[in-house]
């Protein structure tokens, strides 16, 4: 992590106007790879990374909100919102903003996540100016009318039926919930279809207001873009809206964390008929602050996180009782997750689990071989590497940093610190981790006998 030069930028109007900070947190060489961050009067930080080689920008808007900030009553306001800053503003309809980036050939689109929401567009480089603008307006001026409330919620409504019919992906929501319990991050980030129906536009408005503010949000832009005329329009689409009214504001700092419910040796089932039973397994992880994360990262590398992993090696090349099998780990601002997941015939639930927890415990007890180490830290440095090839994953990277973190880390520290990691330190975090009693979330069509037999797993 690098902080260098600060400046300040010179008023870009003839009228006096509140200075902004502008730094070079990441020195790239000869222009390539330079990360700069300039705060504007009001609080809004704007970061960009730059990379001349490529003919492509990607401009997106973070902002400090997501599923845990709701209450119950409001569950899913979060992602209703998303879906609503698609809908209209005073200078442009629904179909308005499509034909606009449709027009040029570019991509729009927009994520919730429990700590956070972004909002983006991917356009030719050329086009960046007009993404810049749509984007700003749509989060500066949304109207949230009662009509596209009442008419989005049917779309959403879908939405949480289409995951539901996905047991692959309802198990990790069910998983939150067995673990984290009636708190915001055991809620599914979607709502129900209780709380989205019980949604106004009223209510939603006041989300709206109270959360995207602009010191709640991190502009970020990728690619061929240079970093001052990017600051100069995000600047006037903003004053234009009427939005940086508080030349004192400061941003949002990182969340420093609500210590989230935790708990250990529960077992969930969700009865459905289904061909396949989809199960995880799991313990509480790492905050995503955490210095042992790359430890962590390591440590899921080498147990699920390839073909030559240890579970896909014991449950599927071995002994072919699962297509899908693999582990992931979870970070948020207080706490974590690491689960283990897999899809197999509901006759074969036990001893999948049972083969799941003996590697566990195996490597809880005893830790990993050098070798699978050493292999699991090349895998993930080769991973870090390929997966940052694009504008949309570094503007992803720059802006969640900022936004989570509040600090920017360049990709040769990333793979610095992944090389660093020790067989010490991995089987440190192993037992740390994989020690603790896990907890199992199932969805499928168990019988009694099978569903009393759960509790096995995780005793």
Same mark, same amino acid.
């Given at each position: 992590?690098?902080?260098?030069s600060?400046t300040a ?5 003839t009228e006096a106007?509140?200075?902004a900070?502008?730094?070079?947190l990441?020195?790239?060489?000869n222009?390539?790879?330079t990360v700069?961050?300039?705060t504007?009067?009001?609080g809004l ?5 730059t990379?001349?080689s490529?003919r492509?920008?990607?401009?997106g ?5 997501g599923?845990?900030?709701e209450?119950?009553?409001?569950n ?10 698609f809908k209209?503003?005073s200078?442009?309809?629904a179909l308005?903003i499509s034909s ?11 994520f919730?996540?429990?700590?956070y ?6 356009v030719l480089?050329?086009?960046?100016p007009l993404a810049?603008?749509?984007v ?6 949304s109207?949230?009318?009662e009509?596209?409330?009442n008419v ?8 949480i039926?289409?995951?539901?019919d996905?047991?692959?992906d309802c198990?990790?929501?069910l998983?939150?919930?067995?673990m984290?319990g009636d708190?915001?991050l ?10 989205v129906?019980a ?9 709206y207001k109270?959360?995207y ?5 991190v502009?970020a ?8 005329k990017v ?8 004053e234009?809206a009427?939005?940086?009214t508080n030349?004192d504001?400061t941003? @949002?700092?990182p969340? &420093?964390? /609500? !210590?989230?419910?935790?708990?250990a040796?529960?077992?969930? $089932?969700? #009865?459905?008929?289904t061909?396949?039973?989809h199960?995880v397994?799991g313990m509480?992880? @790492?905050a995503?602050? &955490?210095? /042992? !994360?790359?430890?962590l990262?390591?440590?899921n590398?080498? $147990?699920? #996180? ?7 090696q014991?449950?599927r090349?071995?002994r072919?009782?699962a ?6 780990t979870?970070g948020f601002?207080?706490?974590? $997750?690491? #689960?283990?997941?897999a899809?197999c015939?509901?006759?074969q639930?036990?001893?999948v ?14 830790g990993?071989?050098d070798?699978e180490?050493?292999?699991?830290i090349g ?5 870090t ?20 973190w509040g600090?920017q ?8 610190r ?5 067989p010490d330190?991995v089987r440190s ?17 168990l019988?009694d006998?099978?569903?009393s037999?759960?509790h096995?797993?995780?005793?």
């Open positions: 992590m690098t902080s260098s600060s930028t010179a008023p870009t109007t106007r509140a200075v900070r502008t730094q070079t990441i020195k790239g060489q222009g390539i790879g700069r961050k300039t504007l009067p009001g930080r704007i970061v960009t990374e990379l001349p490529v492509s920008a990607t401009f808007i973070w902002a400090h909100v599923s845990r900030d209450t119950p009553a409001l899913g306001a979060t992602h209703y919102l998303e879906h609503l800053l209209g503003t200078k442009r309809s308005d606009a980036l449709d027009a040029v050939g570019g991509e729009m689109n927009a919730t996540a429990k700590e929401t972004c909002y983006y567009a991917r480089d050329s086009d960046l810049i603008d749509v700003c307006d749509m989060l500066t001026g109207l949230i009318l009509e596209d409330v989005e919620r049917g779309a959403i409504l879908e939405e039926a289409m995951t539901e996905d047991p692959g198990v990790h929501d998983f939150a919930h067995t984290f708190n915001p055991g809620r599914p980030v979607l709502g129900t279809v209780d709380t129906n949604l106004t536009a009223d209510r939603i408005r006041r989300f109270k959360h503010d602009p010191t709640h949000l502009v832009a990728a690619g061929n873009i240079d970093h001052n600051v100069r329009q995000v600047r006037a689409a903003f234009k009427g939005a940086l030349p504001a941003p @949002l700092a969340r &420093d964390g /609500r !210590r989230a419910l935790r708990t040796g529960r077992v969930e $089932l969700l #009865g459905r008929k061909e396949q039973a199960i397994l509480p992880g @790492l995503r602050t &955490d210095d /042992r !994360r790359w430890a990262g390591v440590l590398t080498a $147990l699920g #996180g390839g073909m030559s992993s240890r579970l896909f014991e449950v090349e071995k072919g009782l297509y899908s099998v693999y582990s992931y979870s601002a207080d706490c974590g $997750l690491f #689960g283990v997941y899809g015939r509901p006759s639930v036990h001893d689990l049972k083969i799941c927890r003996d590697e566990l415990d195996q490597v809880a007890e005893h990993l071989s070798d180490i050493d292999r699991a895998q993930l440095r080769g991973s590497v390929l997966g940052l090839e694009d504008t949309g994953a570094l503007m992803n990277r720059i802006g969640k940093s900022e936004l989570c600090e880390m360049s990709v040769d520290d990333m793979l610095g992944i090389a660093s990691v020790t330190d975090v192993a037992r740390d981790i994989l020690g603790k009693r896990p907890s199992l979330s199932v969805i499928g069509p019988k006998k099978q569903a037999r759960l096995d797993a995780v005793a």
